[in-house]
């Protein structure tokens, strides 16, 4: 994994990488109740999460964050056992996000 960065940071290497992926890892409900542009839903309670990881390109890099952190921490190690090594973690998740007025927040 590449590193827990603080929304700042997440932002500016993410708006750096061409091909980057952003993965908001909430429910559905969540998603859609607000979400970082450009965001794709990959709910990691979903029963078939870890099936979808497995399918992800090994080559890109993800960037992921959820609510407060705790899953996108899960769902980078888990990212990290199937072979993907650009992985980049919004510490705090969307809370964190909001908190520092980053105001990139849609919903659908």
Partial sequence: MNGLLEPEEFE?????????VLIDLRTPAEYESGHIENAINLDYRSDNFEDT?????????????CRSGRRSSSAAKLMETAGIKNIYDLKGGINAWKKHGKLKVVSE
């Avoid at 500016?12 to 980057?20: E, F, G, W």
């Avoid at 990881?53 to 960037?63: A, E, P, R, S, W």
């Fill in 53 to 65: 990881v497995m399918q992800l390109d090994k080559g890109k890099t993800y960037f992921v964050y």
């Fill in 12 to 20: 500016k290497v993410y708006n750096k990488i061409v091909d980057a």
